[in-house]
């Protein structure tokens, strides 16, 4: 994790900028203060917590089986996690961690070689967010092998744990943006709901490409796509959302999916539950649920964009 990378005021607005966990973060706040220490903290916490790419974390050590003792963060993301899991129909589950890896889309291992059947077979065994729990605070695996990579919740998670620490210290108004997830609150430094721009799911020299803008407050907002994070094998391009029935990268005409939910967390996790399911299964799911939107972009027989959204 990097150290802070700016901090100036804008109109009685704060600004914080920088590196974390392999991306970049931007935080705007209404207010007189630095909390550019307490973002940091928060920060290294949530990493030295839930990230399996320190190994020094919480979660590599269970991963590792050396210690099966968890904290509040990992006991809030596994409660969420079996929640989305259960919504999803399996479709979410971070304990395909292991496939993730196999794939070379993971925290180990960066393989150039296709697994073949029978390891994808043996691994996709120890796979089961609803065979794992935790009681007085340990953690109960479904097998020794069983893994866990909750990098996509983290984000959100980093997001809602920064709003719940800058509310503490009586901020209304702010934006905070992780690796493109983000949590709202308030009004902007104009004192209207906060613009909010939805990328295409498109690679262009300048990085980013509008499909809309939305006005936002008071939520979560996070994205999840295979257009950016892929590999190409002997049987064609593959994207890094793993299905936990075939154990394999998971192939539908979904590109990109947007989720609008109650935090960001949440928000993140159903993000990529849609990316992990047919797109008329994804926008069900989302129609259940209380105030949750969605907007899913996939792919016409004709190679143009479709813009699919939840219908609330």
Same mark, same amino acid.
């Given at each position: 994790?990097?150290?802070?990378?700016?901090?100036?005021?804008?109109?009685?607005?704060?600004?914080?900028?920088?590196?974390?966990?392999?991306?970049?973060?931007?935080?705007?706040?209404?207010?007189?203060?630095?909390?550019?220490?307490?973002?940091?903290?928060?920060?290294?916490?949530?990493?030295?917590?839930?990230?399996?790419?320190?190994?020094?974390?919480?979660?590599?050590?269970?991963?590792?089986?050396?210690?099966?003792?968890?904290?509040?963060?990992?006991?809030?993301?596994?409660?969420?996690?079996?929640?989305?899991?259960?919504?999803?129909?399996?479709?979410?589950?971070?304990?395909?961690?292991?496939?993730?890896?196999?794939?070379?889309?993971?925290?180990?291992?960066?393989?150039?070689?296709?697994?073949?059947?029978?390891?994808?077979?043996?691994?996709?065994?120890?796979?089961?967010?609803?065979?794992?729990?935790?009681?007085?605070?340990?953690?109960?695996?479904?097998?020794?092998?069983?893994?866990?990579?909750?990098?996509?919740?983290?984000?959100?998670?980093?997001?809602?744990?920064?709003?719940?620490?800058?509310?503490?210290?009586?901020?209304?108004?702010?934006?905070?943006?992780?690796?493109?997830?983000?949590?709202?609150?308030?009004?902007?430094?104009?004192?209207?709901?906060?613009?909010?721009?939805?990328?295409?799911?498109?690679? @262009?020299?300048?990085?980013?490409?509008?499909?809309?803008?939305?006005?936002?407050?008071?939520?979560?907002?996070?994205?999840?796509?295979?257009?950016?994070?892929?590999?190409?094998?002997?049987?064609?391009?593959?994207?890094?959302?793993?299905?936990?029935?075939?154990?394999?990268?998971?192939?539908?005409?979904?590109?990109?999916?947007?989720?609008?939910?109650?935090?960001?967390?949440?928000?993140?996790?159903?993000? @990529?539950?849609?990316?992990?399911?047919?797109?008329?299964?994804?926008?069900?799911?989302?129609?259940?649920?209380?105030?949750?939107?969605?907007?899913?972009?996939?792919?016409?027989?004709?190679?143009?964009?479709?813009?699919?959204?939840?219908?609330?």
């Amino acid at each position: 994790m990097s150290g802070l990378a700016s901090c100036s005021p804008d109109v009685s607005f704060v600004t914080l900028s920088g590196g974390v966990w392999n991306t970049t973060y931007t935080i705007k706040y209404r207010g007189d203060a630095s909390l550019a220490d307490s973002v940091q903290v928060i920060m290294k916490q949530v990493e030295m917590s839930l990230s399996p790419f320190n190994e020094e974390s919480v979660i590599s050590l269970v991963n590792r089986n050396e210690s099966m003792a968890v904290d509040e963060n990992i006991r809030r993301v596994f409660s969420l996690s079996r929640e989305v899991n259960a919504i999803s129909g399996k479709a979410f589950d971070p304990t395909l961690s292991p496939l993730i890896n196999l794939w070379g889309f993971g925290y180990t291992g960066h393989e150039s070689q296709e697994p073949c059947d029978s390891l994808i077979a043996s691994t996709l065994a120890v796979v089961g967010i609803d065979s794992c729990r935790i009681e007085d605070g340990v953690m109960y695996k479904k097998a020794p092998e069983t893994t866990f990579n909750f990098s996509a919740v983290t984000k959100g998670y980093g997001c809602d744990e920064i709003a719940r620490m800058l509310k503490r210290n009586g901020v209304v108004d702010y934006m905070i943006e992780i690796g493109g997830e983000i949590a709202l609150g308030g009004l902007n430094d104009r004192g209207r709901l906060w613009r909010i721009m939805i990328d295409a799911p498109v690679d @262009t020299i300048a990085g980013h490409e509008g499909l809309m803008t939305v006005e936002l407050s008071d939520c979560g907002v996070a994205t999840s796509g295979n257009y950016r994070n892929f590999r190409d094998t002997k049987s064609g391009r593959v994207g890094h959302t793993i299905s936990s029935v075939t154990g394999r990268p998971v192939a539908t005409s979904t590109l990109s999916a947007t989720v609008i939910a109650p935090d960001c967390a949440t928000a993140d996790a159903l993000a @990529t539950a849609c990316m992990a399911m047919p797109a008329d299964s994804a926008l069900t799911m989302i129609n259940r649920l209380p105030d949750v939107k969605a907007l899913l972009v996939t792919l016409a027989a004709d190679s143009t964009f479709t813009v699919l959204q939840s219908n609330k």
